[in-house]
């Protein structure tokens, strides 16, 4: 009797072949793009979305061409924080043109098409019970969006990531081994022992860890123009990979998030400082053919 | 998944689907040689978990031309929309126009049609054709 592999096809359907072209659309889309970037950590509420804008603007500065793709499909924020929350994708030759920021980065979010009162739902055979096709469910949607949207020639596609160590890996796997990370933490040890799962869910894998951002390593002060500790400081635990770099929290720039003006008035700040050297350091990783891959180390 | 009709020792060919009935498909395979018919009945979550994959369940000449993009949160977008035109004055879209919306994603099209509708608007056109869109694009700097 014939088993599985003796037979061509699946009679009908041809799952795996749809499946194999959603890949080839992602894949010819994506032709164009010189890097891709996550943005990640494992944690939620440590500032992944707020870095992954910040950076793409000194990195646009250094005249970049830089696309975002908001990843936390059940959270986003880049709308919002980029100031596109209004603006309406268009309709191009063959696929669809992005909202772009002032400074020229486009951004796909699904907060552009889904207003902050509605939480993102699919229509499901299985009424209910999400935990057994959620996830697939939305990783098809980011290959219908990778494939559909005309990213053109750019020079980096940054992914905000949505919480948890396992939807890193789960990215990492869906984007091979093109896709590099940076990880983001701050000050605490809880954070830093999330991120650290994520870097040892992450060394498993092909894909370059750049490094880690501390984030919210001090309070900046405008009154006194000086950063203060904002966590009690504390021996941390080595993360085993660089450190890119240190952003001390500055609430003028969670005020201008909100307000969707992001990098205003922020390059002669310690925040804008702090971004801008963060930046060329991950262009110097991204463009190096050095940097660290655990896998092989 | 692959079915085998054991006394042929031939693949099954895929021949019809029904509508789904409360999450459940019933799919039917004959065997090309001796005609023998079977039915995979599918329970909600086995449904779900294939379509969850983005991909379309068929005889292959119905997969291969299948929109796979069909929107997975309609319900929402509708309200948007509504909202946006409502009292406002209806905007015509060429046939060249529409075929360009077509070309994007489901889940996008709504949010792209009003978009542009009020662009329109705007700017003083109850009309939709490619010169407005690309008047768009290079509005929006994309």
């Known amino acids: 009797m014939k088993g599985y592999h003796d037979i061509v096809g699946d ?4 799952i795996l072949e749809q499946v194999a072209e959603q890949r080839g659309r992602i894949t010819d889309g994506l032709a164009g793009v010189r890097h891709l970037l996550a943005v990640g950590s494992g944690k939620g509420g440590v500032g992944k979305s707020t870095l992954t804008l910040h950076l793409a603007g000194a990195l646009r500065a250094r005249g970049l061409r830089i696309a975002i793709l908001d990843a936390d499909f ?25 909202p772009r920021t002032g400074n020229g980065i486009a951004v796909f979010s699904m907060g552009s098409l889904i207003p902050e009162s509605e939480a993102l739902e699919f ?25 559909s ?46 991120v650290a ?16 951002v501390e984030n919210m390593s001090g309070y900046y002060c405008r009154d006194c123009n000086a950063v203060k500790p904002l966590f009690v400081p504390s021996e941390p635990a080595a993360l085993g990979i660089p450190c890119l770099g240190t952003v001390p929290f500055d609430p003028e720039l969670a005020r201008q998030c909100d307000l969707g003006n992001p990098l205003t008035e922020l390059r002669e700040t310690p925040v804008g400082r702090a971004f801008d050297e963060i930046a060329q350091r991950l262009l110097d990783c991204l463009d190096a053919k050095t940097a660290v891959r655990l896998s092989s180390s | 998944m692959k079915f085998l009709c054991v006394p042929c020792d031939t693949a099954m060919k895929l021949q019809t689907v029904a509508p789904p009935d409360r999450g459940s498909l019933a799919i039917v395979y004959a065997c090309p040689e001796c005609g023998y018919e079977m039915a995979m009945l599918t329970n909600a979550y086995e449904t779900q978990a294939v379509q969850s994959l983005g991909v379309r369940i068929g005889p292959e000449s119905d997969t291969k031309t299948a929109d796979a993009s069909a929107c997975p949160f309609a319900e929402m977008i509708p309200a948007i929309e509504d909202a946006a035109v409502a009292g406002e004055t209806a905007v015509r ?14 889940f996008v099209r709504p949010m792209a049609r009003t978009g542009i509708e009020r662009f329109a608007r705007e700017n003083g056109a109850l009309e939709i054709d490619e010169k407005i869109l690309d008047a768009a694009r290079e509005f929006f700097g994309m």
């Not at chain 1, 009679?11 to 041809?14: F, I, P, T």
């Not at chain 1, 799962?197 to 880690?212: E, H, I």
């Open chain 2, 93 to 106: 879209w060429t046939a060249a126009a529409e075929a360009r919306l077509a070309n994007i994603p489901a």
């Open chain 1, 74 to 98: 059940n959270g986003p924020s880049q709308a919002r924080m980029a100031g596109v929350q209004g603006a309406p994708f268009v309709p191009g030759r063959h696929k669809v043109l992005l």
């Open chain 1, 197 to 212: 799962r994520s870097v040892a869910a992450l060394s498993k894998g092909p894909n370059r860890l750049l490094g880690y």
């Open chain 1, 149 to 194: 949207v005309e990213w053109g020639a750019i020079d980096l596609l940054m992914f905000d990531l949505p919480p948890g160590a396992e939807r890193t890996v789960q990215y990492a796997d869906f984007l091979g081994p093109r896709m590099s990370f940076v990880l983001v933490t701050i000050p605490s040890d809880v954070a830093r022992g999330v």
């Open chain 1, 123 to 147: 229509e499901s055979a299985a009424h209910g019970e999400s935990h057994t096709w959620r996830a697939t469910r939305e990783f098809a949607l980011l290959g219908e969006i990778l494939g």
């Open chain 1, 11 to 14: 009679g009908g359907s041809r």
